[in-house]
């Protein structure tokens, strides 16, 4: 099959994935405008079941979507944050000539062994068990084919669904998280990048003794293929049973595995979604899927660091000053105070040194119900410009607030977070990001 963006995948990619969003944009306005009855239980089920057969990047960003606060109504998040990484695999006809296409004919000679079933499969692709000549267990990862042409159909079918729920609601401009939308799933198809970063990630933990990353195997990779070591671990769902100090223990790894390289040097892991990391048997976590990495201003992180501050001392001035570093346009006092709503909240675990849960909602979805409360204010007056570099940071905070409350982890959050900033200099994280970049080639 074909890899080109050619008109005709375009084509075939318009009507099945048409099919899929156009119905949420028309039931929802036919809701808002016709006043027709909408079950919206059972549309967003079926929308669901709709995206993971499509695969590709639609599922990718209904991942993204179900961890936006508010870009979405919350029985659509409900059921797309069950899009994790549950599609159903391509069969072994299908890998085989993949395989052939990234490696050659003789690709099975480069391996001692090759499970013909996934072990996994995503929205972009999917992964394969193998041993190297050599002995060493690998993981093969295996991009589906003609991603581009599905890239560029489902973004201009996102631009749409957006555009139509725009009117249906003013709240947020959905502009800017559109574009970064954009930037980071193109960038996920090229796995050659996804190798750079996890080597910028091996070099930005290799202090952190609880998180690993897999090493890429270079002379068994391509474009749209990424051959790494093999790391042993667990899903985390299967640990939330287990004794108290063992959920606290990952949680503690999770939490530093994201904010030591983001306050370290500037750079986050945009998909924490369950799919994307594991639980070793020594309870530190695997770190994996690569593709969606962030770099950030070095002023930036300093006005996340000021943000906190400003809401423990009530210095609005600092408030407004973070906000605008932020991307934050025409504030106002009423925009700040909405703006301040949200931010309590996601901060709320760190203005108090003592041991706490993450903020639970009765719904079971973590911010559900400050985000409602915080999308009506919005609305109420006039609606806000989301900026771009906002979008993956919020939803890494949000995606981990999630994490936390399945593992009801009971953490001094204050502490840990202290530990990364207080010795903050805007300066060295700025030397230090430079350094981390050049050294992969980024």
Known sequence: MSEENSFGGRVKRYAQVGSAVGGLGLRLAGERYLGLKLDRDRHASELTAAIGGIKGPLMKVAQILSTIPDALPKEYVQQLSQLQADAPSMGWAFVRR??????????????????????????????????????QALAVKLQYPDMLSAVEADLKQLKLAFSVYERYDKAISTNAIHAEISDRLREELDYRREAKHMRLYQLM??????????????????????????????????IVDQDQAIRDQVAVAMFRAWYVPFYHSGVIHGDPHLGNYAVRPDHGINL????????????????????????EREDTALAVHS?????????????????????????????????????????????????????????????????????????????????????????NWYRQYMGLVEAFNETELATRQQAALAAVDL
């Open 205 to 238: 933990l290799a202090h952190e003794p609880t998180v690993a990353v897999p090493e890429p195997i270079a002379e068994l990779s391509t474009d749209r293929l990424l051959t790494m070591g093999w790391l042993d671990g667990v899903k985390l769902m299967s």
């Open 323 to 411: 906000y605008e570093t932020w991307g934050f346009q025409g504030l106002t006092h009423e925009t700040i105070k909405v703006l301040n709503l949200w931010a309590r909240f996601i901060y709320a675990p760190l203005l108090k040194d003592g041991v706490a849960r993450i903020y639970e909602t009765n719904s079971g979805q973590y911010g559900r119900e400050v985000a409602e409360k915080v999308h009506s204010e919005l609305r109420r007056i006039g609606g806000v410009a989301i900026p771009r570099e906002f979008v993956f940071m919020d939803r890494a905070a949000i995606g981990l607030g999630s994490v936390f409350m399945h593992l009801k982890a009971e953490i």
């Open 98 to 135: 993949r395989m052939a296409a990234e490696l050659g004919a003789d690709w099975q000679q480069r391996f001692a062994s090759f499970d013909q079933t996934a072990v996994a499969a995503a929205s972009l692709g999917q992964v394969h068990r193998a041993t190297s000549r050599d002995g």
């Open 288 to 311: 994996m899927d690569f593709g969606c990495v962030r770099v950030f201003r070095p002023d930036f992180v300093r006005a996340v660091i000021d943000l906190r501050e400003a809401l």
